[in-house]
């Protein structure tokens, strides 16, 4: 599959890039020459994500199909597993039913952001909620009403309060954006629960800076968190998350805070693949950035171009040297360069430099509030609140979608916010578990509702008339169970210590089928040789 051009990203950069391409070349010379590789058929508007979560917006509405944004090229819908680029080529993992396919390219465009990386804090992959594409936002959306409906039975005050609290780490726009919507849903929400309505939930927002949206200053940003802590949103500030669990959110400060919904908005990392590139061709990267020139070529390569967050982009402002912040501003207007520039070097012309004068920033903190610093001058307020909306109505693509969403948030303003779950709940038949020091793991009479492994750290099981039973890592704990199916003992960690959880099904289809956990002998076999 040769192509003179790949752009290999489908976000703001890389659609943007096709589309300016798509115009440059025309509709059939565009899908012969141009391919525009990426891991979703859609282009997600990101800015709107907290919204989705809020149930403010509906996911169609900050979508736009791939396939329509960029007519006028091929799109190719795959993950990136690796580029070749001695031999002008990268292989890309089309799905389950699809074999991989090798792509070839004259020129490559690299438009490929971050990822998501929460293993910096022990438990936060586990635990942690990410909010970066929209199936995170979905999924959380349905876990925020699913912790209602469960308070709503609960009768134990603790485990009420602890589904009733939401804890948001970070406090960068995504994090700030993400507390006031969740905060206006839940407060919102919560009354038409019986059992809830003399009952407050809780939003804790964490962040480790000396004050709010560093990005846009501290007189904004502390205005954001006298704004929020207004409502009774617990605003912690110089605050670091040390560590997770399915109960717990631990400090390095000290302290802890009960929650079973913890979303995380930091925990970035740059692109593997942009790393492995750098890598073949010895360049450094800039914080995880492929470094390029002003008119987004990659230094020294005449056929290797990179454009959004993925990339080091220097950028004047008014007159001091920096690389362009990673927002979808930014790589917007990137990705316009990028097309242009790349139909200039088909056709054997300069390519121009990156010239971008920062209109402004805008944060909105639920509840007809925002912040803003447009053309140097801060709002703040419900005036905010009204250009952001205006601002990013006017940036999202496609009329249909504006009209959409400017129905939904008519609607907003009338009408209670939408507390359906169409999401159904996830069947894991494994995942991973974390616990800290004397966190419990199940309590004698708790439901078996599963088995465990110990991968690491260990556990001491507890029991009426017995003492304590210690399980270090290589330990599988399934035979403790009382005959009215429940535990018979209560599992503690003597260390932060991480588990490998099995559904009791899946687990008895490895133990009796497959005898890949423990080795039982058969009644009437011989035990095997041991070596």
């Not at 396939?67 to 389950?96: N, P, T």
């Not at 005036?383 to 979608?401: Q, S």
């Not at 001491?460 to 210690?470: Q, V």
């Amino acid at each position: 599959m040769p192509y003179d051009i790949v752009i290999a990203g489908g976000g703001f950069a890389g659609a943007y890039a096709a589309r300016e391409l798509a115009r440059a070349l025309g509709r059939g010379e565009g899908e012969k020459r141009v391919a525009l590789i990426s891991e979703r058929n859609v282009l997600v508007f990101q800015p709107m994500l907290a919204e989705v979560v809020g149930s403010s917006l509906q996911p169609m509405d900050v979508v736009n199909p791939l396939r329509q944004f960029c007519r006028g090229v091929s799109v190719l819908q795959g993950s990136i597993l690796r580029i070749d680029w001695a031999k002008r080529e990268l292989v890309i993992d089309g799905g389950r039913f699809t074999p991989n396919h090798t792509v070839g390219f004259k020129h490559l465009a690299l438009t490929l952001g971050s990822v998501a990386d929460l293993n910096a804090v022990p438990g936060m992959a586990e635990y942690g909620w990410p909010l970066k594409d929209l199936s995170h936002a979905l999924r959380l959306r349905a876990a925020i009403v699913n912790r209602l409906e469960e308070a709503n039975l609960a009768e134990d005050q603790e485990v009420r309060a602890r589904l009733l609290t939401f804890v948001v780490v970070g406090g960068g726009y995504t994090g700030v954006e993400t507390a006031g919507q969740v905060y206006d849903f839940i407060r919102e929400a919560h009354r038409f629960y019986a059992s809830l309505r003399g009952v407050r939930p809780k939003v804790v927002l964490v962040h480790a800076g000396p004050h709010l949206l560093p990005e846009i200053g501290p007189g904004l940003g502390g205005y954001a968190e006298r704004l929020l802590a207004g409502r009774g949103v617990d605003v912690r500030l110089r605050t670091h998350v040390s560590a997770m669990t399915a109960r717990q959110v631990f400090f390095a400060e000290g302290g802890t805070v009960e929650a079973h919904t913890i979303i995380t908005t930091v925990g970035n990392a740059p692109n593997p693949v942009v790393l492995d590139l750098c890598r073949q061709l010895g360049l450094e990267a800039v914080k995880g950035r492929i470094p390029v020139d002003e008119t987004l070529r990659v230094r020294g390569q005449e056929q290797l171009w990179a454009a959004g967050d993925g990339a080091a982009v220097p950028w004047t402002d008014r007159g001091e040297q920096k690389l362009s912040p990673p927002t979808a501003q930014f790589a917007l207007r990137h990705g316009i360069l990028l097309g242009r520039n790349l139909a200039a070097a088909l056709q054997e012309k300069p390519p121009r430099p990156f010239r971008y004068r920062n209109r402004g920033q805008l944060a909105n903190i639920g509840r007809h509030a925002a912040v803003a610093e447009v053309c140097g001058l801060q709002f703040k307020g419900f005036i905010a609140w009204w250009m952001w909306r205006t601002i990013y109505l006017a940036k999202l693509p496609g009329a249909m979608r504006r009209l959409r969403v400017t129905i939904d948030w008519t609607f907003d303003l009338i009408f209670p916010r939408d507390i359906s779950v169409l999401l159904p709940r996830p069947d894991e038949v494994m995942r991973s578990a974390h616990l800290e020091k004397d966190e419990v793991l199940f309590a004698a009479g708790d439901p078996c509702r599963a088995y465990f492994y110990v991968r690491q750290g260990s556990l001491a099981l507890e029991g009426p008339g017995r003492g304590p039973t210690f399980l270090g890592a290589g330990s599988v704990i399934d035979q403790e169970t009382g005959g009215d199916g429940t535990w018979a003992v209560t599992a503690r960690a003597t260390a932060p210590t991480d588990v490998v959880v099995f559904r009791s099904a899946f687990f008895r289809l490895l133990r009796q089928d497959l005898r890949l956990v423990r080795r039982e002998p058969v009644p009437g076999e011989k035990p095997p040789a041991v070596s």
